[in-house]
């Protein structure tokens, strides 16, 4: 009768595996739970819909906390995936860019937005550094989608500050949240708002910016990545 292995005989390939396989169920399914409760999802309910024990994911993560701020990094991660490419087609450009940012706030975020914005106020090291982590991911996210719709609407160096503080207003969870609670719009009624308003505050800044030195050529058109 042949001898089962030990546990230690299992090939590392296959216990990596095994181990890359659990900690995937365990982020899916806090990234449903916390979009879906907040920080104040346990470990338990995690552990319910994901089919592993919650010993199991405090062996991956160590503490709730822990927990928390992976799976902040995971939604960060997804919200800020390319949209499609910017074209010249810059009014399908913008559309797409609001479309997108409006539904990932709310699918992919969700109920966890109220408590990253006010993580500032814990004294936890962790979240803490939730707070880090959402003030650098918005900024850097929000200068680059500025300076791309700048330069392709025919802007010249940098995008003017009301601009960007613009971009950052209309695509935040805090435009999402206010007009789908008190005013009982749609993300997909905020998107189309958000698109309208954000064209017509960009082409008004092109407009306005001081005339181009004689002789300057127009940059050319391109879809550079950051």
């Known amino acids: 009768m042949p001898e089962h292995p030990a546990p230690s005989a299992i090939p590392p390939s296959l216990a990596g595996a095994h181990q890359d396989l659990t900690r995937s169920r365990i982020r899916r399914a806090a ?4 979009a879906r409760r907040g920080f104040e999802a346990t470990v338990d309910e995690i552990a319910q819909v994901s089919g592993v024990s919650p010993r199991t994911i405090f062996r991956h993560y160590g503490s709730h906390d822990a927990l928390v701020l992976a799976t902040v990094k ?8 390319p949209t499609r490419p910017l074209g010249a087609d810059l009014d399908g450009w913008l559309t797409d860019l609001a479309s997108v940012a409006h539904a990932r706030n709310v699918e992919i975020v969700g109920e966890a937005f ?8 814990e004294t936890s090291e962790v979240l803490a550094e939730v707070n880090h982590l959402r003030r650098d991911f918005r900024v850097r996210g929000v200068r680059y989608l500025t300076q791309r719709a700048w330069t392709a609407a025919g802007g010249r160096g940098e995008p003017p500050r009301s601009l960007l503080l613009a971009f950052a207003l209309y695509l935040s969870g805090f435009c999402t949240k206010g007009l789908m609670i008190d005013f009982d719009r749609t993300p997909e009624e905020v998107a189309a708002m958000t698109a309208d308003v954000l064209l017509m505050l960009l082409r008004r800044a092109v407009a306005a910016q001081e005339p181009a030195p004689s002789g300057d050529a127009p940059a050319p058109d391109g879809d550079a990545g950051p």
Do not use: C
């Open 31 to 34: 990234l449903e739970v916390v």
């Open 74 to 81: 995971d939604m960060f991660e997804a919200a800020g995936q």
């Open 114 to 121: 109220w408590d990253i914005h006010i993580s500032s106020r």
